[in-house]
Protein backbone atom coordinates (compact mmCIF):
# COMPACT_ATOMS: atom_id res chain seq x y z
CA UNK A 1 0.00 0.00 0.00
CA UNK A 2 3.42 1.71 0.31
CA UNK A 3 3.87 3.01 -2.96
CA UNK A 4 -0.21 3.80 -3.66
CA UNK A 5 -0.11 6.20 -1.23
CA UNK A 6 3.30 7.86 -2.43
CA UNK A 7 1.93 8.21 -5.99
CA UNK A 8 -1.29 9.88 -4.44
CA UNK A 9 1.20 12.88 -2.61
CA UNK A 10 3.24 12.90 -5.98
CA UNK A 11 -0.48 13.75 -7.82
CA UNK A 12 -1.30 16.53 -5.52
CA UNK A 13 1.80 18.04 -5.57
CA UNK A 14 1.95 18.19 -9.19
CA UNK A 15 -1.40 19.69 -9.22
CA UNK A 16 -0.03 22.12 -6.82
CA UNK A 17 2.37 23.25 -8.61
CA UNK A 18 0.20 23.81 -11.72
CA UNK A 19 -2.29 25.86 -9.32
CA UNK A 20 0.85 27.82 -8.41
CA UNK A 21 1.53 28.18 -11.82
CA UNK A 22 -1.24 28.83 -13.49
CA UNK A 23 -2.51 31.54 -10.38
CA UNK A 24 0.87 32.94 -9.23
CA UNK A 25 3.70 32.99 -11.35
CA UNK A 26 2.31 33.00 -15.00
CA UNK A 27 -0.42 36.41 -14.47
CA UNK A 28 2.98 38.57 -12.90
CA UNK A 29 4.90 37.39 -15.24
CA UNK A 30 2.98 38.33 -17.96
CA UNK A 31 2.73 42.13 -15.80
CA UNK A 32 6.11 42.33 -16.16
CA UNK A 33 6.35 41.56 -19.55
CA UNK A 34 3.89 43.99 -20.53
CA UNK A 35 4.28 46.64 -17.91
CA UNK A 36 4.45 50.26 -18.98
CA UNK A 37 8.33 51.81 -18.90
CA UNK A 38 8.66 54.05 -15.51
CA UNK A 39 7.48 57.69 -16.28
CA UNK A 40 9.81 60.27 -15.77
CA UNK A 41 9.47 62.44 -12.72
CA UNK A 42 8.77 65.59 -14.37
CA UNK A 43 10.51 69.53 -13.19
CA UNK A 44 8.10 72.40 -13.33
CA UNK A 45 9.61 75.75 -13.86
CA UNK A 46 7.84 79.14 -13.56
CA UNK A 47 8.74 82.66 -15.36
CA UNK A 48 10.23 85.71 -14.45
CA UNK A 49 7.80 87.65 -11.39
CA UNK A 50 5.46 84.55 -11.12
CA UNK A 51 5.85 82.00 -8.63
CA UNK A 52 4.59 77.85 -8.47
CA UNK A 53 0.94 78.81 -8.05
CA UNK A 54 0.90 79.42 -12.26
CA UNK A 55 1.45 75.17 -12.16
CA UNK A 56 -1.46 74.44 -10.20
CA UNK A 57 -3.71 72.67 -13.23
CA UNK A 58 -0.58 71.13 -14.49
CA UNK A 59 -0.10 69.67 -11.08
CA UNK A 60 -3.99 68.28 -11.09
CA UNK A 61 -3.19 66.72 -14.35
CA UNK A 62 -0.09 65.02 -13.70
CA UNK A 63 -1.24 63.33 -10.64
CA UNK A 64 -4.34 62.26 -12.35
CA UNK A 65 -1.50 60.77 -14.92
CA UNK A 66 0.17 59.43 -12.02
CA UNK A 67 3.11 61.26 -12.98
CA UNK A 68 5.85 62.51 -10.35
CA UNK A 69 5.96 65.94 -10.52
CA UNK A 70 8.78 68.91 -8.42
CA UNK A 71 7.16 72.51 -8.62
CA UNK A 72 11.04 74.59 -8.44
CA UNK A 73 10.51 77.17 -5.87
CA UNK A 74 14.40 79.09 -6.38
CA UNK A 75 15.63 80.39 -3.26
CA UNK A 76 14.22 83.39 -1.40
CA UNK A 77 11.12 83.30 -3.32
CA UNK A 78 13.45 84.25 -5.88
CA UNK A 79 10.88 85.77 -8.98
CA UNK A 80 13.28 88.29 -10.42
CA UNK A 81 16.89 85.91 -10.71
CA UNK A 82 18.76 85.75 -13.49
CA UNK A 83 19.14 83.01 -15.66
CA UNK A 84 22.59 81.94 -14.98
CA UNK A 85 22.20 82.21 -10.88
CA UNK A 86 18.63 80.10 -11.80
CA UNK A 87 20.84 77.60 -13.51
CA UNK A 88 23.26 77.10 -10.47
CA UNK A 89 20.49 76.02 -8.40
CA UNK A 90 18.57 73.95 -10.89
CA UNK A 91 21.76 71.88 -11.24
CA UNK A 92 21.19 71.51 -7.58
CA UNK A 93 17.91 70.56 -7.72
CA UNK A 94 17.86 68.30 -10.98
CA UNK A 95 20.65 65.96 -8.57
CA UNK A 96 18.39 66.05 -5.93
CA UNK A 97 15.62 64.83 -7.57
CA UNK A 98 17.58 62.21 -9.80
CA UNK A 99 18.87 60.75 -5.94
CA UNK A 100 15.10 60.85 -4.14
CA UNK A 101 13.70 59.16 -7.06
CA UNK A 102 16.45 56.84 -8.39
CA UNK A 103 15.83 58.12 -11.90
CA UNK A 104 18.58 58.97 -14.18
CA UNK A 105 16.64 61.54 -16.19
CA UNK A 106 14.27 63.86 -15.69
CA UNK A 107 11.49 65.73 -17.68
CA UNK A 108 11.47 70.05 -17.68
CA UNK A 109 8.26 71.96 -18.05
CA UNK A 110 9.10 75.72 -18.11
CA UNK A 111 6.97 78.40 -18.43
CA UNK A 112 8.22 81.60 -19.89
CA UNK A 113 11.78 82.45 -18.61
CA UNK A 114 12.15 79.38 -16.51
CA UNK A 115 12.81 77.85 -20.12
CA UNK A 116 15.65 80.29 -19.94
CA UNK A 117 16.60 79.36 -17.01
CA UNK A 118 16.69 75.34 -17.90
CA UNK A 119 18.30 76.37 -21.53
CA UNK A 120 21.40 77.80 -19.29
CA UNK A 121 21.52 75.20 -17.11
CA UNK A 122 21.75 72.38 -20.20
CA UNK A 123 24.14 74.55 -21.92
CA UNK A 124 27.00 73.17 -19.79
CA UNK A 125 26.28 69.64 -20.71
CA UNK A 126 24.05 68.14 -18.40
CA UNK A 127 22.66 64.07 -19.37
CA UNK A 128 20.13 63.84 -16.65
CA UNK A 129 17.30 65.92 -18.72
CA UNK A 130 15.56 63.99 -21.62
CA UNK A 131 13.33 66.97 -22.69
CA UNK A 132 12.71 70.11 -22.04
CA UNK A 133 9.33 71.57 -22.56
CA UNK A 134 9.54 75.13 -23.17
CA UNK A 135 6.23 77.22 -22.91
CA UNK A 136 5.92 80.92 -24.01
CA UNK A 137 9.54 80.87 -24.13
CA UNK A 138 11.27 84.52 -25.12
CA UNK A 139 14.01 81.96 -26.89
CA UNK A 140 15.26 85.21 -28.98
CA UNK A 141 13.78 87.92 -26.23
CA UNK A 142 10.47 90.12 -26.64
CA UNK A 143 11.19 94.25 -27.40
CA UNK A 144 8.90 94.80 -24.13
CA UNK A 145 11.34 93.62 -21.96
CA UNK A 146 13.47 96.75 -23.55
CA UNK A 147 10.96 99.57 -21.88
CA UNK A 148 11.84 99.38 -18.48
CA UNK A 149 14.39 97.40 -15.53
CA UNK A 150 11.02 96.05 -13.89
CA UNK A 151 12.09 92.96 -12.08
CA UNK A 152 16.11 93.21 -12.70
CA UNK A 153 17.81 91.19 -13.22
CA UNK A 154 15.29 88.53 -14.80
CA UNK A 155 14.59 91.33 -17.61
CA UNK A 156 17.91 91.51 -18.91
CA UNK A 157 17.84 88.00 -19.79
CA UNK A 158 14.34 88.79 -21.79
CA UNK A 159 15.98 91.32 -24.08
CA UNK A 160 16.75 90.66 -27.75
CA UNK A 161 20.24 89.55 -28.30
CA UNK A 162 20.73 88.35 -24.28
CA UNK A 163 23.70 86.15 -23.92
CA UNK A 164 21.20 83.31 -22.77
CA UNK A 165 19.38 83.72 -26.17
CA UNK A 166 22.27 81.98 -28.03
CA UNK A 167 22.94 78.64 -25.02
CA UNK A 168 24.53 76.23 -26.87
CA UNK A 169 22.00 73.14 -27.25
CA UNK A 170 22.31 70.15 -25.09
CA UNK A 171 22.93 67.16 -27.01
CA UNK A 172 21.53 64.57 -24.75
CA UNK A 173 18.33 66.47 -24.66
CA UNK A 174 15.50 66.88 -26.72
CA UNK A 175 13.80 70.42 -27.33
CA UNK A 176 10.28 71.34 -27.67
CA UNK A 177 7.94 74.84 -27.49
CA UNK A 178 4.53 75.43 -27.14
CA UNK A 179 3.35 79.04 -28.22
CA UNK A 180 0.39 81.44 -28.20
CA UNK A 181 -1.09 83.08 -31.00
CA UNK A 182 -3.28 85.16 -29.18
CA UNK A 183 -5.07 87.55 -31.51
CA UNK A 184 -4.96 85.37 -34.44
CA UNK A 185 -7.35 88.05 -35.85
CA UNK A 186 -5.69 91.01 -35.81
CA UNK A 187 -2.26 89.89 -36.86
CA UNK A 188 -1.34 89.98 -33.05
CA UNK A 189 -0.14 93.43 -31.22
CA UNK A 190 1.44 96.23 -32.82
CA UNK A 191 4.51 96.40 -31.02
CA UNK A 192 5.42 92.58 -31.78
CA UNK A 193 6.15 91.44 -35.26
CA UNK A 194 4.16 88.59 -36.17
CA UNK A 195 1.43 86.26 -34.45
CA UNK A 196 2.19 86.39 -30.20
CA UNK A 197 0.86 85.89 -27.17
CA UNK A 198 0.77 89.49 -25.79
CA UNK A 199 4.12 89.10 -24.39
CA UNK A 200 6.42 87.11 -26.70
CA UNK A 201 5.88 86.54 -29.95
CA UNK A 202 5.89 83.22 -31.82
CA UNK A 203 8.73 83.36 -33.69
CA UNK A 204 10.56 84.08 -30.93
CA UNK A 205 9.36 81.22 -28.85
CA UNK A 206 10.31 78.41 -32.33
CA UNK A 207 13.32 80.58 -32.97
CA UNK A 208 15.80 77.62 -33.21
CA UNK A 209 15.96 75.06 -35.74
CA UNK A 210 16.51 71.69 -33.29
CA UNK A 211 12.71 73.30 -31.47
CA UNK A 212 10.27 70.48 -32.40
CA UNK A 213 6.67 72.18 -31.85
CA UNK A 214 4.36 70.76 -30.05
CA UNK A 215 1.57 73.43 -31.05
CA UNK A 216 0.14 76.66 -30.81
CA UNK A 217 -3.03 77.65 -28.79
CA UNK A 218 -5.12 81.01 -28.64
CA UNK A 219 -4.21 81.48 -25.33
CA UNK A 220 -2.68 84.45 -23.98
CA UNK A 221 0.83 84.72 -22.28
CA UNK A 222 -0.34 84.25 -18.79
CA UNK A 223 -3.53 81.26 -19.98
CA UNK A 224 -0.82 78.81 -21.41
CA UNK A 225 -0.39 77.01 -18.51
CA UNK A 226 -4.41 74.90 -18.81
CA UNK A 227 -5.42 71.39 -20.05
CA UNK A 228 -4.85 72.60 -23.53
CA UNK A 229 -1.21 73.38 -23.50
CA UNK A 230 -1.23 70.12 -20.87
CA UNK A 231 -2.26 68.09 -23.60
CA UNK A 232 -0.13 68.78 -26.53
CA UNK A 233 2.88 67.94 -23.77
CA UNK A 234 1.29 65.20 -22.24
CA UNK A 235 2.64 62.32 -25.01
CA UNK A 236 6.09 63.53 -24.18
CA UNK A 237 5.64 63.77 -20.39
CA UNK A 238 4.30 59.97 -20.91
CA UNK A 239 6.92 59.16 -22.77
CA UNK A 240 4.92 58.49 -26.11
Not at 40 to 54: R, T, Y
Not at 80 to 105: D, F, M, P, R, W
Request: charged residues 15%; glycine residues 8%; hydrophobic residues 40%.
Amino acid sequence: MRPSCMSREAGLSIVLYIIIILFVVLPNFQQDAYAQPKLLPVILLHGSFEDASVWDTWESLLKQDGITFFTVRFANDDKCGSAASHAIELQETVQNISQLTGSEKVNIAAHSKGGLDARAYLSKGADNVANLIMIGTPNAGSPLAFSNNFCAPAVWDLRPGATVDEAPRNPHTKYYTISGDWLPLTGGNFYIPGPDDGLVSVSSVESKSYFDSLGRTHNNHMDLLGPQEYGMARGTLMGK
